[in-house]
C-alpha cells in the first residue's frame, strides 16, 4: 500500500545535538512538506518542496535545514541553533499544490532532555 | 484578524445529536478548503474538501460561504468514534503567487458523550 512513513515515532535529543527526522514517501508525490504542531496550536510550516533539489523555507524555518535529493525522501534536520526543538513534528506530501490536500505521515514526537 | 478562526471548544454533545463548527478565514483569496480530523496525539486525516455548491459524506456535509468567508462543518447522528478535534484548512496562496502550503487552524475539540 502507499503511505508516508516517518521514523522514529519518539526522538530525545540532548541539548546541543543535531537530530534528522526521516520521512519516506512511495505515493509518487511531487509536494513534500515538514510542519510542526505545539500543544494547543495549529500547524505551522517549517520547509516544503515541490520538486526533488529545491525547497522552499515555511513560516518558520530558522533553526531546521531540509534536503530533498529523492523525490521519495524529504529529511528534516533540527539543528542546536532551534531553541525550542520539543514539538510533535508531522510531514506531508500532495500531489502537487493544495488543491488535494495532504497526505500525512504519523509525525515524530521530538523531546530535548 | 487571524488567517483561520475557530472556536477550540471543547464541544461536549450527546450520542445521536447534530453538531456543527463554523470556520471563518481571512484571504478572500483562498481556493482550496477541507475539514481534517486529528486524533489525540494522532496526525490529521482528511475528513472532506469543501466545494462551494456544498457536500455530503454521509453523516457529514460540508458547506462553504465566499461572501461571509466561513466553512461548515455538520455531523449528524453523530458517534462516540466522532469524537476528535476538526481542523480547518484551507490554501494560503494570495491571488498574485506566494508561498505554498496550507494553512490550518487550531481545531474544534469535539466530545461525543454516551
Request: with cysteine; proline share 4%.
Amino acid at each position: 500500500d502507499g503511505g508516508i512513513t516517518q521514523s522514529p515515532k519518539y526522538l530525545f535529543r540532548k541539548e546541543g545535538q543535531n537530530v534528522t527526522l526521516s520521512c519516506e514517501q512511495n505515493l509518487n508525490h511531487d509536494a513534500m512538506y515538514w510542519y510542526r504542531q505545539d500543544p494547543g496550536q495549529g500547524l505551522r510550516l517549517i520547509y516544503y518542496s515541490q520538486i526533488v533539489n529545491d525547497f522552499q523555507k515555511g513560516d518558520i524555518a530558522e533553526g531546521y535545514s531540509v534536503s530533498r535529493e529523492k523525490k521519495e525522501s524529504f529529511p528534516l534536520t533540527v539543528t542546536s541553533a532551534q531553541k525550542n526543538p520539543t514539538a510533535f513534528y508531522l510531514c506531508a506530501s500532495s500531489i502537487g499544490g493544495d488543491i488535494y490536500g495532504y497526505t500525512f505521515g504519523s509525525g515524530t514526537r521530538l523531546t530535548v532532555v | 484578524r487571524k488567517e483561520v478562526e475557530q472556536d477550540p471548544g471543547p464541544f461536549n454533545v450527546p450520542e445521536g445529536a447534530t453538531v456543527a463548527f463554523n470556520c471563518t478565514y481571512s484571504n478572500s483569496a483562498s481556493q482550496s478548503f477541507f475539514w481534517y480530523r486529528q486524533d489525540c496525539r494522532k496526525e490529521p486525516k482528511l475528513l472532506m474538501s469543501v466545494y462551494s455548491s456544498g457536500n455530503e459524506d454521509g453523516r457529514f456535509t460540508a458547506q462553504l460561504n465566499r461572501a461571509s468567508q466561513y466553512i461548515s462543518l455538520l455531523i449528524r447522528d453523530s458517534k462516540l468514534s466522532d469524537s476528535a478535534t476538526y481542523l480547518c484548512v484551507m490554501n494560503s496562496r494570495t491571488s498574485g503567487g506566494g508561498a505554498d502550503g496550507l494553512t490550518f487552524g487550531k481545531g474544534t475539540h469535539l466530545i461525543i458523550q454516551p
